[in-house]
């Protein structure tokens, strides 16, 4: 497994997007204002974290796909983190949209 730590500059728009796109949810949701939502956001997280590592590796090694310009560029792994974070986010939102 190697890990680059020179990569394409769109992954710091695709990172930071995804990052910018959770702050403002978690704000409009106030849901920084509860301690177990932040546990459970991170927790989510740390167990997508955890999925999708696996699921690289095993993709990447039965020749699925492939990163350029060479496989995982260390931004991938904070990227999946912040995206997870950010779909936390966005089902609370569904879910709210369909209690009432």
Known sequence: MNLIFQFNQNWYFIFF???L?????????????NKKEIKEQFS???????ILIVMEI?????DLWHYTPADWPIILW???FVALLFGYQLLKIIERMFQK
């Open 21 to 33: 796109l959770w702050l403002i949810l978690l704000v409009w949701r106030k849901g920084y204002k």
């Open 17 to 19: 997007s995804f990052l």
């Open 44 to 50: 989510l997280a740390i167990a997508g974290i955890f």
């Open 58 to 62: 095993f993709a990447v090694n039965m």
């Open 78 to 80: 904070p990227t999946y």
